[in-house]
């Protein structure tokens, strides 16, 4: 059992007010909240060994070198990804999507397809558009249904030989569903077909497997498993990491520059150009170390208790109504609602008053407010460190601005 006050102690912002009212933070699909391991770890570096890595033999650059190798490793054995080469730092989700796609471009042909699904945020779906515009291919898409599920039957109708990759997420941001990856990936390998897993909402609830997975590629972002912003994670095995050109050219990246030829790096510094967010990737590492030491097991039978507990006292709203899966077991820690004849944004505003962070909006998955014919929703998404009596605080506050909207 998790003692959710000392973690709440771990965590400086929660102790804070907003609008006079004790912060209650709801809005961790954004964003996780920072703990002071992390806050200290990244003082810390700048503090003692700030300095460029990989290329200095004074003592500063070998210390955040090995730094940050060391992350490498610790983020290679989360994911257990066979080699740590095969682990690339990023900016964040999106950055190693665009590096994915923006390689594609070297394979794709007038008539291939390229498939995402109807539940995908918007980086998921914008870098694949992209690139079907530059190459010809066309855009498939596995639609959902009213409970915000994949239709698995349309999955499999669509996917043929012309499908080259299926990039699909792991949990939806707008709805919390979790997708049947293992089935999907398992199936497009039966055509020859790579998969790109959006990890971004997973990895914060559940340790990914790769291996085990079987994945090509899966990205996540730093900045929400309680690490730094402007850092993220790409795996990718490693013959498609060896075939995939350079995303960008730079420094780190080569092997040996003349003006007649360039020579790439191995791996994984081949897709590293430039001077990366060397205090986020250390740190990065720390986050891992935390969120470990908590438990993965732990975060995940709490966060589902938080998800019940949230789920019952909303539905007793008249007029509130909960989007995506019926069924608890097939959703992470996230509920999207609306109050009826309110719109979600006058809600949000109410709520924020009362000291509580909620996401209005469509959460950059248009396609899925557009199926549902509504022009956003409210999000309330649970961390470890959220409280039932924060929930509570929420019902109240979500009762008394339906009374004056209304």
């Not at 810390?44 to 990989?54: F, L, R």
């Not at 070998?62 to 610790?74: G, V």
């Not at 030491?293 to 008249?318: D, P, Q, W």
């Not at 509130?320 to 949000?348: A, M, Q, R």
């Amino acid at each position: 059992m998790l003692d959710i006050q000392s973690i709440r102690a771990e965590f400086p912002i929660l102790t804070q007010k907003v609008n006079g009212k004790p912060l209650v933070y709801f809005d961790n699909a954004a964003t996780s909240q920072k703990p002071r391991v992390v806050i200290d770890a990244i003082a810390s570096y700048y503090e003692e060994i700030n300095a460029n890595i990989h290329r200095g033999v004074h003592k500063l650059s070998q210390l955040a070198t090995d730094a940050y190798e060391i992350s490498r490793t610790k983020i290679q054995n989360h994911i257990n990804a066979k080699h740590n080469y095969e682990v690339l730092f990023t900016s964040g989700t999106t950055h190693g999507i665009n590096l994915v796609s923006n390689g594609f471009a070297s394979f794709l042909k007038e008539g291939d397809e390229v498939m995402v699904t109807a539940l995908e945020h918007h980086s998921n779906i914008v870098p694949w558009q992209m690139l079907c515009e530059r190459t010809g291919a066309k855009l498939t898409v596995i639609p959902m249904d009213e409970n915000g599920e994949l239709i698995f039957s349309e999955f499999e109708r669509l996917l043929s030989e012309k499908t080259k990759i299926v990039a699909v997420n792991h949990i939806s941001n707008a709805l919390g569903t979790i997708n049947p990856i293992k089935k999907i990936i398992e199936k497009a390998h039966q055509f020859g077909t790579a998969v790109l897993i959006d990890g971004a909402q997973a990895t914060p609830h559940v340790k990914p497997d790769v291996q085990e997975l079987d994945c090509d590629f899966y990205v996540f972002s730093g900045h929400k498993i309680c690490g730094p912003t402007g850092t993220g994670i790409l795996y990718g095995k490693e013959e498609w990491l060896n075939k995939l050109p350079p995303y960008q050219g730079g420094g780190e990246m080569i092997k040996e520059v003349t003006f007649e030829k360039t020579t790439y790096a191995e791996l994984p510094h081949k897709f590293e150009a430039g001077t990366p967010n060397i205090a986020g990737g250390i740190v990065l590492g720390t986050a891992i170390d935390y969120l470990n030491g908590v438990g993965f097991e732990n975060i995940a039978k709490y966060e589902h208790e938080l998800l019940e507990y949230g789920t019952k006292r909303l539905s007793e709203i008249e007029g509130l109504k909960i989007y995506g899966p019926k069924s608890l077991d097939n959703k992470t820690s996230v509920i999207s609602f609306n109050v009826e004849n309110i719109h979600p944004y006058d809600i949000g505003t109410i709520v924020d008053k009362m000291g509580i962070a909620v996401r209005t909006g469509h959460h950059c998955a248009q396609p899925i407010m557009n199926f549902f014919n509504i022009p956003g929703t409210i999000r309330a998404s649970f961390s470890f460190y959220n409280t039932k009596e924060e929930i509570d605080a929420l019902v109240e506050a979500v009762k008394k601005a339906q009374t004056m909207l209304s």
